[in-house]
């Protein structure tokens, strides 16, 4: 599946916050409040959905296990779009740590290099990419 799901989750009241069950990726997550606790369901559900993809696997379709619930448990809906997760999470910035000789960095700083900049270029360049071929 890819596009758009929405996916059964299980909200247990904890002495933090709220323990999440997402059952159809057989996975939990928490947050401190009920908002706070859907975000990360749905940070997880399109974290764990994109690296399936990744995997060459399907992602589940909702409800596609059991969902076994307490009296006291809230049952609600959390609404995932991979493609627009999966387009946010590649277009994150990423930090990268590199080192270069000192003179180099003279030289480099004497002229306003943008380092970002310059080295994702170059690696764009080996790998024969550009910005458009990726998204």
Request: with cysteine; hydrophobic share 35%; proline share 4%.
């Amino acid at each position: 599946m890819n596009g758009k799901g929405a996916y059964p989750i299980i909200l247990k009241r904890t002495a933090e916050g709220y323990y999440v069950e997402i059952p159809d990726f057989d996975i939990g997550t928490q947050g401190t409040s009920v908002v706070n606790a859907m975000e990360m369901a749905r940070d997880a559900i399109g974290l764990m959905g994109i690296d399936m993809e990744d995997d060459g696997k399907s992602i589940p379709e909702p409800y596609t296990n059991e969902i076994i619930r307490k009296e006291d448990d809230i049952l609600t809906l959390v609404d995932v779009d991979f493609t627009e997760y999966r387009r946010k999470v590649d277009n994150r910035a990423v930090k990268k740590n590199c080192t270069l000789p000192y003179w180099l960095s003279v030289e480099a700083d004497k002229r306003g290099l943008n380092y970002s900049r310059v080295l994702q270029e170059a690696i764009m360049n080996i790998l024969g990419i550009s910005k458009n071929t990726v998204n």
